[in-house]
């Protein structure tokens, strides 16, 4: 009865243990992609959409194409657009799709190793303040110039 017992209790550990070594995502990216740069370009510009499950916070972006990653805004002050860097991350509220597009919060790419070529991916990780981060690969595409859909 004791073998029994201490069998039972190590498939209970071993399964809960299994649990917390992958738990489910939660934050989920979609849609990800990068601007094309130049050669000797100080910056690039990626775009991707965020959904999470509980209320989070993206905090830090690494990738191994760049320098550093940031995460940035941009508003308008007086008729002048302006960016800045979001110090404290971005708010993602529970159930809610948070998208980072162009003219809007955006990823920056700080000192590009390479050029970003149209076709190429660029992998991003993306940190969170309470979730494990996320590891994708945004495509290096042209956006759609406005008025040009078809």
């Not at 007086?78 to 993602?92: N, P």
């Not at 050029?115 to 495509?139: H, N, R």
């Amino acid at each position: 009865m004791k073998t029994l017992t201490l069998i039972a209790v190590s498939v209970a550990a071993l399964a809960a243990s299994a649990a917390q070594a992958a738990p489910a995502a939660k934050v989920t990216a979609s849609d990800a992609w990068c601007r094309p740069t130049v050669a000797g370009a100080m910056a690039a510009g990626c775009y991707v959409t965020l959904t999470a499950k509980g209320e989070d916070r993206l905090v830090a972006v690494e990738s191994p194409a760049a320098g550093r990653g940031e995460i940035h805004t941009m508003s308008m002050d007086g008729g002048v657009m302006r960016m800045r860097q979001l110090t404290d991350g971005l708010a993602l509220p529970a159930g809610k799709t948070v998208a980072l597009k162009p003219g809007a919060d955006h990823i920056m790419l700080i000192g590009p190793k390479a050029a970003l070529k149209e076709g190429a991916k660029v992998p991003l990780t993306l940190k969170f303040k309470t979730g494990a981060p996320v590891t994708i690969e945004a495509v290096v595409k042209t956006p759609p110039m406005p008025g040009m859909a078809h």
